[in-house]
C-alpha cells in the first residue's frame, strides 16, 4: 500500500522560503510521477509541480516558474518542493500525490495516491 507523508508547511512572509517535502513509502517509485497540487476553499486541487521519479524530468505551472523548484532523492523515497520568492497567493493546503506512469499529469483525477496535505500560509 503507497503512503504519502508531507511536511514542511507553515507561515511565511511574502518574499520568504519554505520546503515541503514528501516521504513515499509502500514500494519502489520507479516508473511513478510525482506532483505537489494546492488546494484553496471552494477552488479544485490545482497542479503545482511534476518530476517522474526515474528521471527526474520536471514541469511546473506558469505562475511558480522561476520561484519553485522541485526534486526528488531516491535513496530515501522522497520528493521536495523549494518554494522562494513566496507570494500571499501561494496560499493553499499543498498536497503530494503520485500515479504510476510515463506522463506528465496535470489533473488531479489521474492520481491514486494522496498525502494528507500540509498548510502553507503567506502574510503580506
Known amino acids: 500500500q503507497v503512503q504519502l507523508v508531507e511536511s514542511g508547511g507553515g507561515s511565511v512572509q511574502a518574499g520568504g522560503s519554505l520546503r515541503l517535502s514528501c516521504v513515499a513509502s509502500?514500494?519502489?517509485?520507479?516508473?511513478?510521477?510525482m506532483a505537489w497540487f494546492r488546494q484553496t476553499p471552494g477552488k479544485e486541487r490545482e497542479f503545482v509541480a511534476g518530476?517522474?521519479?526515474?528521471?527526474?524530468?520536471?514541469e511546473y505551472t506558469d505562475s511558480v516558474i522561476g520561484r519553485f523548484t522541485i526534486s526528488r532523492d531516491g535513496t530515501k523515497n522522497t520528493v521536495y518542493l523549494q518554494m522562494n520568492s513566496l507570494k500571499p497567493e501561494d496560499t493553499a493546503v499543498y498536497y503530494c500525490?503520485?500515479?504510476?506512469?510515463?506522463?506528465?499529469?496535470?489533473?488531479?483525477?489521474?492520481?491514486?495516491?494522496w498525502g494528507q496535505g500540509t498548510q502553507v500560509t503567506v502574510s503580506s
Open positions: 509502500g514500494g519502489s517509485f520507479s516508473g511513478y510521477y
Open positions: 500525490a503520485t500515479v504510476y506512469g510515463s506522463g506528465t499529469y496535470y489533473r488531479a483525477q489521474n492520481y491514486n495516491y
Open positions: 518530476i517522474t521519479f526515474s528521471y527526474g524530468t520536471t
